[in-house]
């Protein structure tokens, strides 16, 4: 007698665990088909960084009067630092100003290049 109530204990608590595994299951199917649905959308550029900037007087003698973004005047920048060689031989993420950057950086021989995008950004409107 003892075996059968084992057994009948035993059958419902089998039953128990697999209703939930099939919810599961059937829960799990939709999400699936939501995120295949969705096709992945292109990244678009931010406007504000494409958007046009006027170059300060002090700037022009380095990257030109003409406007253009922000991201391409710290293009410009760099590359008028590596054409002239003014990035510092044993401290990289320094830059040592001649006459025209010295104008741009407010009178500071050195600065660092994180330092250099908030000095540069001043002379942007």
């Not at 990257?63 to 991201?71: E, F």
């Not at 920048?77 to 003014?86: F, H, Q, R, T, V």
């Amino acid at each position: 007698m003892a075996t059968k109530k084992a057994k009948a204990k035993a059958k419902p608590k089998a039953k128990a665990k697999a209703k939930p595994a099939v919810k599961a299951k059937a829960k799990a199917k939709p999400a699936k088909a939501a995120k295949a649905a969705k096709p992945k959308a292109k990244r678009k550029p931010n406007a504000a960084f494409m958007r046009p900037m006027t170059i300060g007087s002090v700037l022009h003698p380095v990257i030109g009067s003409k406007p253009m973004p922000r991201t391409e005047v710290v293009k410009k920048i760099w590359e008028y630092i590596k054409k002239n060689k003014l990035q510092d031989a044993k401290e990289r993420r320094n830059i040592n100003a001649d006459d025209n950057l010295k104008a741009v950086f407010g009178g500071k021989k050195t600065v660092s290049m994180f330092e250099m995008t908030k000095l540069i950004s001043g002379h942007l409107s």
